[in-house]
């Protein structure tokens, strides 16, 4: 195999709605109903699907990962095989990739754990070798230079996850070695393969090339050599008449002197309580930083067959005011990781139903109820907790053996609505704690603001 000239400029645009397939979609799952692929070329082999995930799903992702966004890393030039058999491989910061990232929780929700699936099916390589979904996200002039996913990566799926304007003709994927454009469609997936007998392929080096009119979201999907996907087995899901019920308020004995006390619920996952982790003075300046935003009243905040999950009402800024700076050293402090971790606060519109509470990005989750009273039913531990105003529950979403992360499902969630319609839903605050300093790498690079670049580009 030669390494063949790059091309200036494409050979051949593909434009995944050419094939003329429309997208039909089950109404009630938002699931795309059928898929098909199109091989644009034989050796290597290079496919396209056009809708493989629907407009609902795509959307869906973008706001699981909103506000969690770091600016792009790059694999060190200086590892050795021995790194990539041990895991030694060190990201760093590069002028070849301006882009900003979210990696992505296995099964964070139950939406992304039904597209893992669906990428499984396409793949046809292991779900144990699939790493986690790394969402990207391309402003105006943001790129990624001609690159290689790695030979320890068989196969990539990149899924685009919205449309750019029709009259933004960059943006594109492009593979140089084999003069192909792929021009982005939301929903619609580029597979190709990384490697031949063990070693890279370098036809298919590739870049993300930069938008001029809009920001670009995708989500990278790659299949690993190595099993990456590790899961708790066997988890049985209780209903309430058997569940056990716990009253925050009535843990212990009354604060005193203002000092916060935690109650570990569980061993195993490590579930913890702390009653009224807020003021009431506290819960009062969210609620007013939500109606400055004119969401709180609103009796509707979500449309399609994702509605009754976790709806953001509200991005906070890192040390917005000095009651969230207050909030987030107490998190801190509670939680046991670096602040430099804790990603935005969302204040949200709890999910209410079984699966689509979003868990977060990352191994450590944080809810705060906000509204006079909220039921939080954690599912597959038995367990129904009943929160006043200003309690806090924090838990892991991983679990650590053997220096590999198990993905512990057994604390997700749902919240029990108070009445029949939306309103009825809870308030509250959730965070997390990223795997990386968030806090730290958003620093290292400006970020420009999609609202903005709406503005501009309207």
Same mark, same amino acid.
């Given at each position: ?5 790059? $091309?200036?400029?494409?050979? +051949? ?7 003329? $397939?429309?997208?039909?979609? @089950? ?5 795309? =109903? ?6 644009? #070329? ?49 990201? &760093? ?61 068989? !196969? ?6 919205? @449309?750019?304007?029709?009259? %933004? @003709? ?19 997936? *580029? #597979? ?13 080096? /590739? ?7 809009? *920001? ?27 569940? #056990?019920?716990?009253?925050?308020? =009535? ?13 570990? !619920? ?17 819960? %009062? ?57 804790? +990603?935005?606060?969302?204040? &949200? ?6 699966? !689509? ?56 969630? $749902? ?18 704690? /990223?795997? /990386? ?6 620093? !290292? ?9 709406? $503005?501009?580009?309207?």
């Amino acid at each position: 195999m030669t390494l063949l000239d790059p $091309v200036v400029e494409p050979q +051949a645009v593909i434009d995944p709605r050419s094939f003329g $397939v429309e997208p039909e979609v @089950d109404e009630a799952t938002g699931i795309p =109903k059928q898929l098909q692929a199109f091989v644009i #070329m034989g050796d290597p082999k290079i496919t396209v699907v056009p809708n493989f995930f629907s407009d609902a799903e795509c959307l869906h992702l973008r706001e699981l990962v909103e506000a969690s966004w770091m600016p792009s890393l790059v694999g060190a030039n200086n590892r050795t095989e021995q790194d990539y058999d041990r895991g030694n491989l060190e990201n &760093v910061l590069a002028p070849t990739r301006t882009s900003w990232s979210c990696m992505m929780r296995y099964a964070q929700d139950s939406v992304v754990e039904r597209l893992e699936h669906r990428l499984l099916a396409i793949g046809g390589l292991p779900i144990e070798n699939l790493e986690r979904m790394n969402a990207v996200r391309y402003a105006p002039g943001e790129y990624f230079d001609t690159h290689h996913d790695g030979k320890f990566r068989p !196969l990539t799926i990149f899924v685009y996850l919205n @449309d750019l304007e029709e009259e %933004d @003709d960059a943006g594109d994927t492009y593979f140089p070695f084999l003069g192909l454009s792929f021009r982005p469609r939301q929903g619609s997936a *580029v #597979m190709w393969t990384n490697s031949v007998d063990g070693k890279e392929d370098p036809r298919v080096l /590739h870049a993300g090339r930069a938008p001029t009119l809009g *920001v670009k979201y995708g989500v990278n999907c790659f299949f690993n050599t190595k099993q990456m996907r590790h899961m708790i087995p066997d988890l049985k899901e209780y209903d309430l008449d058997e569940s #056990m019920e716990c009253e925050v308020r =009535k843990l212990g004995r009354q604060n005193s002197e203002g000092k916060l006390v935690a109650y570990q !619920l569980c061993t195993s996952p490590k579930l913890v309580a702390v009653k009224a982790f807020l003021s009431d003075e506290e819960v %009062d300046h969210f609620m007013k930083l939500l109606e400055a935003s004119g969401k709180a009243n609103a009796e509707a905040f979500a449309e399609g067959p994702f509605c009754g999950g976790t709806q953001t009402l509200r991005l906070l800024e890192f040390e917005e005011t000095e009651v969230v700076k207050s909030v987030e050293d107490r998190l801190v402090d509670t939680g046991g990781l670096p602040l430099s971790h804790l +990603a935005p606060l969302r204040i &949200v519109r709890a999910a209410s139903d079984r699966g !689509l509470c979003n868990r977060g990005c990352g191994p450590k989750s944080v809810y705060i109820c906000l509204s006079e009273k909220d039921e939080v039913f954690f599912y597959r531990l038995g367990l129904r907790l009943k929160l006043r105003k200003g309690d806090a529950l924090l838990w892991p979403n991983v679990e650590w053996r053997d220096e590999d992360p198990i993905e512990d499902l057994r604390t997700v969630r $749902v919240h029990l609505p108070a009445g029949p319609s939306d309103v009825h839903r809870a308030i509250g605050i959730d965070a997390f704690f /990223h795997d /990386h300093d968030i806090r730290h790498q958003r620093q !290292l690079r400006s970020f420009q603001d999609f609202q903005s670049l709406e $503005v501009a580009g309207s």
